[in-house]
């Protein structure tokens, strides 16, 4: 069954029982393990539909703003595919901050039914506003952050204003990082880069 086909009660359930798993893995191997038996439960039309909101999302941008983005655009699901790979060929992880890492999980299925926009019969439901979508999203840039080391944002993902991300001797910089800091479930606060403070 697919996953956007599910209650939200139903996505509850499934959401709370994978971030207990998680918060309580033994070590970062055996939670990338579980992050793609998690992933996996997604099929392919539950891909195809995230696939579809994302092309929509960025064609309401204006230009140029638009076009400098869209390539970076399938960041989503270029990372779904890359953790899937990763895991797949036994690559090892560590989780370096527990405290993050515990955090971060134990709030992930808590602001899942929150700000869920309505289905229509002319568009999909947003795969960043859906429960099944957010968990996704929830579950891919936890493996990016938390157990690959990598930003939220890639390098080079443009902002309104001018602004990117940029690496600089090794550490990543990115103009919004510190944006969210009063809200405790957005994913910028775990994420492994640091402000950019030109961008402040």
Not at 93 to 102: G, N, Q
Not at 103 to 109: E, M, V
Request: negative net charge; hydrophobic residues 35%; proline residues 6%.
């Amino acid at each position: 069954m697919n996953l956007f086909d599910y209650s939200d009660e139903e996505l509850l359930a499934f959401a709370k029982d994978i971030s207990r798993g998680l918060t309580d893995a033994a070590d970062g191997t055996a939670a990338a393990d579980s992050i793609l038996h998690a992933l996996q439960r997604f099929t392919i039309s539950d891909l195809q539909l995230i696939g579809a909101n994302i092309r929509y999302e960025v064609e309401k941008l204006p230009e140029p703003y638009r076009s400098r983005y869209r390539p970076y655009a399938s960041d989503l699901l270029d990372k779904y595919h890359e953790c899937i790979a990763a895991v797949r060929a036994g690559t090892r992880f560590d989780i370096t901050d527990e405290e993050l890492w515990k955090s971060y999980w134990c709030s992930a299925a808590e602001h899942l039914l929150e700000d869920t926009a309505d289905t229509t019969d002319e568009l999909p439901r947003p795969c960043t506003a859906g429960p099944a979508g957010k968990f996704f999203y929830r579950l891919v840039y936890g493996y990016v952050m938390l157990l690959a080391g990598k930003p939220g944002h890639p390098v080079g993902t443009p902002f309104p204003g001018g602004w990117k991300v940029l690496e600089e001797d090794g550490v990543i910089l990115c103009p919004i990082r510190d944006k969210e800091n009063d809200l405790p479930q957005a994913l910028c606060n775990f994420c492994p880069a640091v402000q950019d403070e030109r961008c402040r």
